[in-house]
């Protein structure tokens, strides 16, 4: 009894009291995150200085002191004394860099408007149209007729694009191959790639697994040559040998050259991710597909690669990445790829100024890095959803 | 059914056409076929080809002069000397600047790779935006980057940065004393070899040592004092002299010393910038893979901070490192061929380029070039897989 | 279905390889509708996109006459964009039917490539430009420069040449892209840069403060820019010669684009010999009567090329010189049409 009155004796719960200043909020945080010992102070404040030193530049550059399109705005403007980057330019000669040579639609070309603006290149357009209505549900991952829609992009689309660029069919207007160009070639010479280079990454990756010595031989040759040898000197050999290999009279279009060079070297590399997908299964996969009376082709087909595919898409979405950004290699072949319309359009002198060609240079790497970039994405959200898959 | 222990043994020999091992040879025999033709009528179109176009093939132009000249070479060369001569040339400035790149890029893909890790947000975040940035743009562009960006900031000639009064930077290069040894020099390079095998031995009985008595010793700062005290005495004994070719400024630019042009430092930086971002992410992967419980294990240990990272982590993490690190060194090699783009006369630039355009020998250049590279990349994987063997984990 | 799409797939792919009869290239040109111009792969002045995404250049020009006056279409033209390494072996496999891509004429590229050169569309020759704070104002007192070119032209062969002929040291810094030399001199890494005295003026308008720079007025090389064809197709080699006579007889008579049907109607027996009113030059070139007319109709004469792509109004701002006709102190000749 005498206890219960001891006044010192509290009966409940205080409240938990705040958390002192200097360790919550943003104090608290930049105390744990930047300043939490000396040698961390002194980088906190190294890379302070870093950054104050480009940014403000960079911004000044690209943002500030930019000309940008817009009513009556020429050369002159870009020409002016301390001026950042022309955007002016990039927005005169956007279509070239886009389309490159391909002919503008004879009727649409007259009209205006905005329709009249997307209709007069619509060949292309819907070029571009189909394909992102075939790969995003592609790529999202949990819709279904994954088959269909694989078929669809890799085996009808690339010869949609073909006829629907190249015409001569269907009453559309012939457009050969050296007109096409800027980012419409990029994408073709990315698209030929991985819809090539995946099936015969596969085989050949099969292949240097095969028992047969002559077959295994042939592919570990095949591999390791391409991927021994820079792009360039692939490039170079398809545009200036391939010619010589073919029948006297006979001659190969350029772009095609270039796609040839391309599909084999991503190939290599291609077979090296897929065998590490068929390294990874566990023997029992295969024993037991041959066990339930299964030959080769059907286990591999129904048994094998499905699996071992699904676990090496980040692996291919990453080569893909390769691939993309080696596409702008096509350019010193003379190919008019994305990279060689801005530099060809830096030459074209109703926009010299001084920053003509970094501005150039400047779009093309925004370009190339939003695709790389939402590809690399794309892959670690991949990698993440075969991660829980397997461990929960 | 009746008899189904003798089953197996009665199982009827497959038909000649279904057999395995006939069906294997076959289908060998066909794709041997197949390589075959394709390789004679490669062979046959590419002769043809030649003959009605009257050009002349073999390698004899090896042996007939350049009539080029070359800016940056490691040996002596002008425009007398022979297309071999400019050859080598062109291999040597790759070999340098892929030798450089990879010692550097590693170095700073590391570095990066550890900063991703740090504790401290903004360095964090800055080797992240830093590793995301160069990797997703193209190295091509990032080259023609950087050759405007050093040729911008650089100083004119007659501005030049100056240290010492014998290291000069400015837009034509960076320009260092060259080093002219006399003959009795060679004994204090042979002094220095010497030293560096020493401290190897040293540390290799440091390492019995501590195995067996537990006791350490200082060895990195006794091997330097070793690779720095003992080719000193050699000189100062052998009265060996070392004077230098100073660069002096005549007419428009800078004469005699080592140059180092801006071509090569664009390159270098580019190569370099690039292929760090790469091995970063090598790198943290590397150290991520290893567990936690490595790190508790050790500090149980009691070893202490650095000792952990060297003896613990870092032999774990190499195993998951090496084998894309190797890729890497291998695609840092083989972007150096970008070089021609922007003005460094690389393999590709002096042999494939300026030697094609002169003597139209397109098959054989070609196939000397790949054949080089083949070389390089085979070299380099022996040497990262018998690395690798080293490293790999040992399973009991 | 599947083999629908297989077949399509594999057509499509054989439609980019094409087999040509190198037997006649004329009779080729005319069953595929179209000339086959090889040009440059951008060189201001002389093939390069325009607003329009088209080419445009002197180049050009010279490919959309050859097509007028086989055609009477100037459209009648598909370019192939060629770098130098690959210009003769794109000419050689048949892929181009004509090179119209600044080519310089020299003796072993005539004799020893298989080639023919049309006749000189323009005259240029290998300068320097330096900066005007150097100083400097003739090419003997380079001795010592760094000098920016670029690679697998003629253009570098000069330069070694003459420096080597005047006993002057240099430092060659090589590009494969004119548009990396000309960033590299005006960045300041090299004191001069050579190329052909076209390629000078367009690039100087390029920079900052053109008036910062000198073209040195020696011109140390011989550079005959002309059209290329293959060798042993003489019909061939007589149509595109004799557009290029065309041009300059064009001028030379003042026959222009704008008054060419006016002229139908003059009385100078040479206008009327050019212009097909009197007598038929066509049909033993294998082309129309009006031949001529098409290309002054389409094209203009030597002189409307000139002006519209390369003279003193284009930002290339280049003089007549030596490019002017014979009767105006130059050295463009041609053959009379008679």
Redesign the interface.
Known sequence: MAKNNLAFVRKDIIDESPAPNLSKGIVGWSKE??F?SPS?TI??II??A??LYILPPLYNFVFGHAVWPGEGVTVEAC?A?GTGACWAYID?RM??FV????P?DAYWATQEGFLASIMQYWRVNSVFAVGVLLLVPLMWPDLKYKTVNAILFF??Y??FV??ML?G?VFGLEEV????WGGLTVTLIIGLVGIVVSLPMGIVLALGRQS?????KT?CIMFI??W???????VL??A???L??????????????RALVGVSFFSAAYMAEVVRGGLQALPKGQSEAAASLGMNYWKSMLFIILPQALKHVIPGIVNSF?ALF??T??V????I?DL??TV????????W???N???TG?LF??AV??VF??GM?RYSLMMEDRLNTSHKN | MADQNGSHKNVPKPSFVNDPKVRGIFYQLVVMAIIVAFVVVVAQNTAANLAAQNKSTGFDFFSQSSGFDIFFTLIPYDRASSYWDAFVVGMLNTLLVSVIGVFLATLLGFTLGIARLSNNWIIAKMAMVYVETLRNIPLLLQLFFWYTAILKTMPNVKQSFEWFGSIFVNKRGIYFPKPVPDDIFNWVILAFFIAIAGAFLLKHWAKKRLENTGQRFPVFWASIGIIIIFPALVWLVSGANLSFDVPILKGFNYKGGLVLPPEFMALLLGLVLYTAAFIAEIVRSGIVAVEKGQTEAAQSLGLKDGDRLRLVIIPQAMRVIVPPLTSQFLNLTKNSSLAAAIGYPDLVSVFMQTTLNQTGRAVEIVFVTMMVYLTLSLLTSAYMNWYNSRVAMVVR | MKNKIVTLALSATMGLMATTAMAGTLEDVVAKGYVQCGVTTGVAGFALPDADNKWAGLDVDYCKALASAIFNDADAVRYTPLNSTERFAAMSSGEVDLLSRVTTWTMSRDTQLGMNFVGTMFYDGQGFMVRKDSGITSPSELSGAAVCIQTGTTTELNAADYFAANNLEFTPVVFVDRDEVVKAYEDGRCDVYTTDASGLAANRTKFAVPSDHVILSEIISKEPLAPVVRQGDDTWFNVARWTYFALLNAEELGVTSANVDEMLGSDNPSVKRLLGVEGDFGTPLGLNKDWAYQIIKNVGNYSEIYERNVGVNTPLGLERGVNALWTQGGIQYAPPIR
Not at chain 1, 211 to 215: A, C, Q
Not at chain 1, 245 to 254: E, N, R
Request: aromatic share 12%; glycine share 4%.
């Open positions: 995150n930047l939490s961390n980088l906190t890379g302070m870093l950054l020409r004394h005169d279509s070239f389309y490159g040579f391909f503008k085996v009808v690339p010869v073909f006829y190249k001569g050969q191959t050296e007109s028992k047969m010595p002559i077959i042939a390791e040559v991927r021994a040898v820079p792009l360039i000197t170079f050999m545009s200036v040998m010619p010589l290999f073919m029948p006297v009279g006979m001659t190969v279009d350029k772009l095609l990445i950004k080696d702008s290699l350019s010193i072949v003379g008019f990279l060689k530099q060809i359009s830096n030459l074209n002198l109703d010299a100024s001084e003509q060609a970094i240079y093309a790497a190339f890095w790389c970039f690399s």
